[in-house]
DNA sequence: AAGGACTTCAACCGCGAGCTC
DNA sequence: TGAGCTCGCGGTTGAAGTCCT
C-alpha cells in the first residue's frame, strides 16, 4: 500500500545551492533529462529532496531561461494577462517565454505593483484605485472579476496550451461543471438590430431604415483588441458568415483553418 | 565608515489534484 | 475504494545586496 517518503528530510541539505551541486544536477539532467525527481537527487549524488532540484532546475539553472530586466512589453503584457487571469503565475509564464512563474511573481510583487499603483490603478482589481464609498458603490459582476471565471482553470493543459486554447478549455469547464444552461458564445457586436427589415419592423420612418444601411455599420470590434492582446499572436477573430458585424472568436485548427467557439 | 532601513529574489512551505498500489 | 505518494502551484520567508542618513 502506498510508497514510500520522497525523501529523508533528516539527511537532505537546505538553503542556497552551491556551485558544486549546480553542477552535478545539471550535468546528471543533461545525461538522463528530466524525469522522476524523488530518485533524481540519489541519482545525481546530490543531498537534496526532489522538490528542492525540481526547484533549483525550471527557476534558475534551465538553459532556456531568458536573464535579464523584464522589458516594457513583457511588463505591459504580465499586467494584462494578470487582469485576465488573476494570481496564475505559472499561466502567465506560459505566455513569455525563458520567464519562469517564480520570477514573474516576485517582478509583480516587487515592480509592478508599485509601478500600477502609481499609475493610480488598483493592482489586485486593475480598477482605478478608490477609497470608501465610492468603491463600495462599484458592481461586482462576473465580467468584472476575471479571476472567478477563470478560477477552474486546468493549469496543466493551460500552461501547454497557446492562449486562446486555453480560454476554450475553461469555457468548457465553465459550460459543464458550472453553468451548463449558460450561453457563452464568444462573439460580441455593437447594439444594433441584425437586419435593416428587422429595424424597419420596429420603426416606420425611412430615415432609420438608411442609418441601419449596413454600408454605414462602424467596424466591428474585436475583444481581443480590447484586452490588449497583440493581435499577431493570440487573436484570431473572424467576421461571422452569419453577420459580418459580429467577431467570433476562432480556434485555429489547421493551416487556414478556423473554427468559431 | 557605520549601521539601520529598505529592496530583491532564491528557496522553502503547505496545499490540492491526480496517480499508484 | 481509499490511503499514501508525486508533482506542481501560489504564498511566504529570510539572506544578501543596496540605499540612506
Redesign the pocket.
Known sequence: ??????CEKAHT?????TKEEDQLLISYIKAHGE????SLPRAAGLLRC???C???W???LRPDLKRGNFTEEEDELIIKLHGLLG?????IAGQLPGRT???I???W???IK?KLISRGIDPQTHRPAMHGSAAAQLPTTITSSPQLAFSTV???VA?QLPLPQMIRSNIDVIKKEMCPDLNLDLSMSLSFPSSASSLASSSSTSENIAAAEPASYPQPICLCYHLGLPSSEFCNCRASPKNQHVLGFYRPLEEGQYTLI
Not at 1 to 6: F, I, V
Not at 35 to 38: A, L, N, Q
Not at 87 to 91: F, R
Open positions: 500500500m502506498g510508497r514510500s517518503p520522497c541539505n537546505k538553503g542556497a545551492w524525469g522522476c525527481w524523488r526532489g522538490k528542492s525540481r526547484l533549483r525550471i527557476n534558475y494570481n496564475k503565475w505559472s499561466v512563474d517564480n520570477e511573481k516576485n517582478y510583487n516587487t515592480h508599485r486546468d493549469v496543466q500552461k
